[in-house]
T-cell receptor, first 112, second 115 residues
């Protein structure tokens, strides 16, 4: 196990709703990255937080937003959910260098 | 746009054989590459990495080869075991502004090991 935890494990929402996913990083890690993994695809980078500041963003619309807290845990918020947002959402943490990331088990989101 | 792709979506091997998983990348600016293993119901797990100033790196039972001329990356697994069955992803760092690590993952290859 990596020490990275995510909650909830599964979630069902309907179109137009909002969702908040949570991630606790591994002890000592100050960098958190979020990914979206559609079924049968590789993870797609959403954004990264380093010491509570956004430090890079992928090709996702503004309705995908995030936060990192002083204890380096993080949230991913998605507004106005769409059917295509159904996916596994992964969080990965690292210390300073985001190249060596440790992934959590993910949150599986289903949008109906 | 730039992309990372894999040649084969599924690879079936016999236990004890060597496995080779291939990956093509198109971003010539990529300077860092990682192979991940993802088992069912789990997040990706780091296997091995390589920087663009190297062409080969070895780990425990795994070797990564990088051919920058043809933009090709491969993962070799020696004496493949049933526990190696998983989806394998290559990821590249295209090098974002400010030095952020923005990884681009390929679609993945499913490795099936038959006992």
């Amino acid at each position: 196990e990596t020490g990275v935890t995510q909650s909830p494990t599964h979630l069902i929402k309907t179109r137009g709703q909002q969702v908040t996913l949570r991630c606790s990083s591994q002890s000592g890690h100050n960098t958190v990255s979020w990914y979206q993994q559609a079924l049968g695809q590789g993870p797609q980078f959403i954004f990264q937080y380093y010491r509570e500041e956004e430090n890079g963003r992928g090709n996702f619309p503004p309705r995908f937003s995030g936060l990192q807290f002083p204890n380096y845990s993080s949230e991913l918020n998605v507004n106005a959910l769409e059917l295509d947002d159904s996916a596994l959402y992964l969080c990965a943490s690292s210390r300073d260098s985001p190249e060596t990331q440790y992934f959590g088990p993910g949150t599986r989101l289903l949008v109906l | 746009g730039e992309s990372v792709g894999l040649h084969l979506p599924t690879l079936s091997v016999q236990e004890g054989d060597n496995s080779i998983i291939n990956c093509a990348y198109s971003n010539s600016a990529s300077d860092y590459f990682i192979w991940y293993k993802q088992e069912s119901g789990k997040g990706p797990q780091f296997i091995i990495d390589i920087r663009s100033n190297m062409d080969k790196r070895q780990g425990q039972r795994v070797t990564v080869l990088l051919n920058k001329t043809v933009k090709h990356l491969s993962l070799q697994i020696a004496a493949t075991q049933p526990g190696d069955s998983a989806v394998y992803f290559c990821a590249e760092n295209g090098g974002a502004a400010g030095g952020s690590y923005i990884p681009t993952f390929g679609r993945g290859t499913s490795l099936i090991v038959h006992p």
